[in-house]
């Protein structure tokens, strides 16, 4: 039995063009609410996000992917302190995205695995946003371990803008024609074990970003924190209100006022009051534009940290069928892969 919760990503364009009435808006909370938090647990998603709720594990992901290999490399690289490299990198390994190759006499090496090497079309998407709607616009300010120059697709030889597209019907994929739906048949969700850090997710605020949180690109503050993530999810699935958002994150009062500040002030949120006193949040055109990122952050999580298959599918409303997102090259219109991208 398929049942359709979606408060989702297809309701967005009736909740951006008019403000709904306030009884309205409050008789819907806890409903979507609720949903918002079932999918996201009922997808590889909340278990990717836990992972990455880093900023530092989405630059040691980048770093990796330029080809380090080496414990001083990363360190020179992106200036991360020696404690939370190894920390990190041992969470890495742990998770299945980096081994660890020791020969005696000599500095060990660590490697991507198929999991860590699968993560690349998640970074494709960063960085399209990034040049869309982020540092990319502003040159002076792009992050010196981020590229500078375009995609190349090598099988066409030309620069290519990466389309994400239907795998099915090739049509380009947006945030209002889909539609997450949970397969109340499937396995019940189980729950993930939670660690000192993600317990104390104030704790882990701090020390992920102490050091430079101003420098860090847009996404990498949005993603690379779990609670402005999992804050921007309730948001592309309908949470409007500060009660929504408290439902649907179960971020508590001072941590989740933090976050509406923050991803007001890295324009993904909009503030607009209303009934009196009363605020609701709206996303912007750059925060519905990360919708890829998204789609790739539930696909690679429940494809390497799921086990089995996830009760939630997303389905394009175009073709009516499971979404598969492709990456397309827009000058040869063939899908691209990791090996056949090159950055300039
Ligand atoms: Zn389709
Ligand atoms: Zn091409």
């Not at 403000?19 to 998603?45: E, F, H, M």
């Not at 534009?289 to 939630?312: K, N, S, V, Y």
Request: aromatic share 6%.
């Amino acid at each position: 039995m398929i049942e359709s919760i979606n408060p989702g990503v297809a309701s967005l364009p009736v909740a951006v063009r008019a403000p709904p009435a306030a009884p309205d808006l409050d008789g819907a909370s806890t409903a979507r609410a609720l949903g918002t938090r079932r999918q996201l647990q009922a997808s590889g998603a909340a278990r990717a996000l836990d992972l990455l709720g880093d900023a530092w594990i989405l630059r040691l992901l980048r770093s990796l992917f330029r080809g380090e290999r080496r414990f001083s490399g990363f360190i020179q690289e992106t200036g991360i302190s020696r404690a939370v490299l190894a920390d990190r990198l041992e969470r890495l390994c742990a998770a299945g995205l980096l081994s660890r190759d020791e020969t005696p006499g000599r500095h060990a090496l660590y490697r991507l695995t198929d999991c860590g090497l699968d993560f690349w079309s998640v970074l494709l998407a960063m960085w399209q946003w990034e040049s869309r709607w982020g540092t990319g616009l502003v040159k002076p300010q792009m992050p010196h371990d981020r590229p500078r120059g375009e995609p190349v697709h090598t099988a066409c030889g030309q620069s290519s803008d990466p389309r994400p597209v239907c795998a099915c019907c090739g049509e380009l994929v947006t945030a209002f024609e889909t539609r997450g739906e949970i397969d109340a048949a499937r396995p019940p969700i189980p729950v993930a074990p939670v660690t000192a850090l993600q317990a104390n997710p104030e704790r882990r605020f701090r020390q992920s970003h102490s050091a430079s949180r101003e420098d860090l690109p847009t996404l990498m503050r949005v993603y690379g924190d779990r609670w402005n993530a999992s804050v921007m999810a309730a948001a592309l699935q309908g949470a409007r209100t500060f009660t929504d958002f408290s439902e649907a994150t179960e971020i508590g009062a001072g941590p989740l006022t933090r976050r509406l500040q923050e991803l007001q002030a890295l324009g993904m949120l909009r503030a607009r009051a209303y009934a009196g006193s009363r605020s609701e949040y709206r996303l912007t055109g750059a925060a519905v534009a990360t919708f890829p990122i998204t789609l790739e952050i539930i696909r690679w999580g429940d494809r390497w940290l799921w086990g089995g298959q996830p009760p939630m599918e997303i389905r394009h409303l175009r073709c009516g069928k499971a979404l598969r997102l492709r990456w397309q090259c827009a000058h040869c219109q063939q899908g691209l892969e990791r090996q056949t991208l090159r950055f300039d």
